[in-house]
């Protein structure tokens, strides 16, 4: 398990918890991600924000959120009509 701030950048993983907080869990909660859901890292320098992509839709958390929201790595999904991967080359 890890958090969200220490994925590189296009990985793809489940949210496993939030954090206590009843402000921040709410907010995150709000911006769709909720514990079980999918989300894939889009950007994540190491500093500032880290942007993820869930539910189609493009949230930036500052570092300090996402420290505090943990995951589970994924591999990435398989288009279940034609069986390739996101790339869509068919490769893993």
Known sequence: MS????LPEK???????LPCGRG???RLIALGLTP????CVLQNRGRGPVI????GARVALGRG???KVLVE???APRDSASGRTESGNGRE
Not at 3 to 6: E, G, K, M, R, V
């Open 3 to 6: 958090t969200l701030a220490h």
């Open 36 to 39: 079980g859901c999918e989300v």
């Open 73 to 75: 790595p994924e591999p």
């Open 65 to 67: 959120q996402a420290e």
């Open 52 to 55: 993820v992509e869930v539910h």
């Open 11 to 17: 990985t793809f993983a489940k949210v496993v918890a």
């Open 24 to 26: 921040l869990a709410a």
